[in-house]
């Protein structure tokens, strides 16, 4: 396949990009490019092209919960969803992360690391909920899991069977939570265990970490603990931590001591905007905290710097679509952010870090190489894809479609290799 007359981030002029066998081959000055296969060809007509949006950091498990009413902060928020727990089914848990992958898809998201709980209540059922979506959609939408001990290791005895006996199945990563042991000695062992065991499997770590408005507590100021283990096991580049949102709270050079260490380690920081602002300052009677990480501090001190929706309503974030732009979007209003080459950073953290995140050492972005997951959007101008948060045109799984405005509501009917020719008109209102 040839996608023709396309337009880059960042970059003048159009191109070509030439994919093979589900990944990108060639990207080269638009009619560069000979023509082998006209019907293998389509016409983006100066359309953006980026790579696929991903999702780092979703809970597909606990997706479309709902909450209690008047809202909670994380306590309230992880009981009430350990209640809702003791009743999932595997059909139950397929259903509804069903319907947000479709949502991600239809909004341009090709790869998702699914964050999914198991502790001695749920077992691994939410683990084999998501398995279900992740084979249904095999080939339109890649899932990778997360197994996230949500309860605590230590507090919760039994879990860490459960997470060994997770990562033996295909595709998973190991994932942690720290912060909910009852000590500061026991989070920091939650670190350690789960970092030996990114070590054991060979898969990346992506914690949950440092969610708290204040730096009261020892349990929610890990992430120099984080990086230190990190460089120490020599799991650079290999590491995530979510949430972080005690980097708020931070003096100015405390901050920037801590930024540091987490950039030296190579550990990546994945901001959740929509949760951290729904969770946070809950009890501030004044100057109430919004808690989310100053994206601007992150990109100064190097640290590579990721974006997700992390829920999608429930007791954590009653909001959400599944939609990356607009999560990006909410990142620029929350960041204090409003130069162009601000607003191109968070279209990486949405892309191209993340991507990185899920597949370590694999190339990423529009190069050869890169697997071929893109997203077209219905606009000529890349300046201003936050700014409009344009249609999705065409979403490409390794280089097949799968979605957009172009095939909405058929994106299952479209036969593996069919392609469309730009210019036919959006079926979506
Ligand atoms: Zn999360």
Redesign the pocket.
């Known amino acids: 396949m040839i996608l023709r007359s396309a337009r880059r981030l960042r970059e003048p002029g159009l191109v070509d990009v030439r994919v093979d066998d589900g990944r990108i081959v060639a990207v080269a000055p638009a009619g560069s490019v000979p023509t082998d296969d006209p019907q293998g060809e389509l016409d983006l007509a100066g359309r953006v092209l980026l790579p696929g949006f991903v999702e780092s950091?979703l809970?597909l498990d606990k997706a479309w919960l709902g909450g209690p009413p008047g809202g909670a902060g994380l306590a309230e928020a992880i009981a009430w969803t350990a209640r809702r727990k003791a009743q999932f089914t595997v059909a139950d848990v397929a259903e509804r992360a069903g319907r947000v992958a479709e949502l991600a898809v239809a909004h341009g998201t090709t790869s998702v690391r699914a964050?999914t709980e198991v502790d001695p209540g749920v077992g691994l059922t939410g683990v084999l909920g998501v398995l279900e979506v992740a084979e249904r959609l095999a080939g339109r939408l890649r899932v990778q899991i997360a197994v996230f001990p949500q309860e605590g290791l230590a507090c919760r005895p039994g879990t860490s069977a459960l997470v060994r006996e997770a990562l033996r199945l295909p595709g998973t990563v190991v994932g942690g939570c720290p912060y909910v042991e009852a000590t500061p000695d026991d989070a920091r062992a939650h670190v350690e265990t789960v970092l030996d065991l990114a070590v054991e499997h060979g898969v990346p770590a992506d914690l949950?970490l440092d969610l708290a408005d204040g730096v009261d507590d020892p349990r929610f100021l890990l992430a120099e603990h984080v990086a230190r283990a990190t460089a120490e096991r020599g799991l650079q580049g290999r590491v995530a931590i979510?949430?972080v949102t005690t980097l708020a709270a931070l003096g100015r050079d405390q901050r920037a001591r801590v930024l540091d260490r987490l950039a030296a380690a190579q550990v990546a920081v994945t901001l959740?905007p929509a949760?951290d602002l729904h969770l946070s300052g809950r009890h501030d009677e004044r100057d109430v905290r919004r808690g989310v990480a100053p994206v601007r501090d992150l990109w100064a001190a190097g640290v590579r710097t990721a974006l997700s929706s992390?829920?999608v309503r429930n007791a954590?974030t009653p909001t959400g679509r599944a939609d990356l732009l607009d999560i990006a979007l909410l990142a620029a209003r929350v960041g204090h952010v409003s130069e162009q080459h601000e607003l191109d950073l968070l279209v990486d953290a949405v892309s191209t870090v993340p991507a990185a995140l899920l597949d370590v050492g694999e190339p990423v972005g529009l190069v050869p190489g890169a697997r071929a997951d893109l997203v077209v959007l219905d606009t000529t101008d890349a300046d201003a894809i936050l700014l409009d948060q344009p249609a999705r045109h065409l979403v490409l799984k390794a280089g097949t479609v799968v979605g957009g405005a172009v095939v909405a509501g058929t994106a299952a009917a479209v036969p593996a290799g069919t392609t469309r020719k730009a210019g036919v008109p959006a079926v979506t209102s």
């Open positions: 950091h809970h964050h949950h979510g949430h959740l949760t992390n829920n954590f």
